[in-house]
C-alpha cells in the first residue's frame, strides 16, 4: 500500500521462473510493477529456467514447453509440457541442493505446493511463484500485466525487459553476499534463484533486497 505523497515509481519487466536475486532486488524498488506478457516468446531466458548450486557447481532447472523452447508464441500463450515428470526432477534438485540451508524447512512446504500445480501456461506458473514469493518477502509493488506490447516507454517508466539471462546474470555482481550451502566447494556463486537466497538467510532475504545496487 503506496503512503499519501509517496512517489509512485513504474516498473516493465520479463516475466521470470524463480527469478535471480538481481531480480527481485529490481521489483522490490517500484511500487507498480507490469510483467510483460504481449512479448514473442524467448528462448535462452529465465523466463523457464532458473539457477540453483549443488555441491559440483550450478545446476539449471528448465520447465520444458510444448512446441519446444524454439517456438514463436507470446509468452501469454506459452504451454507447459507435461509429458516427463519434471516437477519431481525439480523437486529432488532442490532438496538435494538446500536440504542442509538453514532455513529449507521453513520454506520447503511452500516451494513443494507450488510445484504440484498444474499450471497450463509458463506465464501462470511464473505469476503463482511470483506471487507466492511476494508474500513470504512482502514486497510492497503492485504486480499486473501488460495489457499490450509497447516496444518502448515514457521516461517515467523503468523498462527492464531482457537485462538478465542465463548468458550474463553473473557478470554484473550487485548482490547481496551470504553464506552459502556448498560455498566450501564451489566458492560463491553470486545472482542465483531467489530461493538460494531464501532458504540460506530466511527473514534476513528482504532486507538484503532493498540494498542499494
Request: net charge positive; charged share 25%; proline share 4%.
Amino acid at each position: 500500500m503506496i503512503k499519501q505523497n509517496e512517489k509512485i515509481s513504474d516498473l516493465i519487466i520479463d516475466s521470470q521462473y524463480y527469478g535471480s536475486i538481481n531480480y527481485y532486488k529490481i521489483l522490490n524498488q517500484f511500487s507498480n510493477i507490469e510483467i510483460e506478457q504481449y512479448e514473442t516468446y524467448q528462448k535462452m531466458s529465465f523466463r523457464n529456467r532458473c539457477m540453483v548450486a549443488g555441491s559440483n557447481g550450478v545446476v539449471g532447472l528448465s520447465v520444458p514447453l510444448e512446441k519446444g523452447r524454439g517456438q514463436r508464441e507470446l509468452m501469454k500463450d506459452v504451454r507447459i509440457s507435461y509429458t516427463d515428470n519434471w516437477q519431481v526432477q525439480h523437486w529432488r534438485t532442490i532438496e538435494s541442493c538446500y536440504s542442509r540451508a538453514p532455513f529449507f524447512e521453513f520454506y520447503r512446504e511452500g516451494v513443494w505446493q507450488l510445484l504440484q500445480q498444474k499450471d497450463t501456461y509458463l506465464l501462470d506458473l511464473n505469476l503463482t511463484t511470483l506471487t507466492w514469493l511476494k508474500k513470504v518477502l512482502k514486497m510492497p509493488g503492485d504486480i499486473s500485466l501488460t495489457g499490450s506490447y509497447r516496444k518502448t516507454y515514457p521516461e517515467d517508466v523503468t523498462d527492464r525487459r531482457n537485462t538478465l539471462f542465463p548468458k550474463n546474470y553473473q557478470q554484473a555482481d550487485t548482490g547481496p553476499r551470504y553464506t552459502q550451502v556448498f560455498e566450501d566447494r564451489i566458492g560463491f556463486q553470486p545472482n542465483l534463484c531467489i530461493l538460494d537466497l531464501l532458504f540460506c538467510c530466511g527473514p534476513q532475504t528482504r532486507g538484503m533486497l532493498q540494498t542499494t545496487f
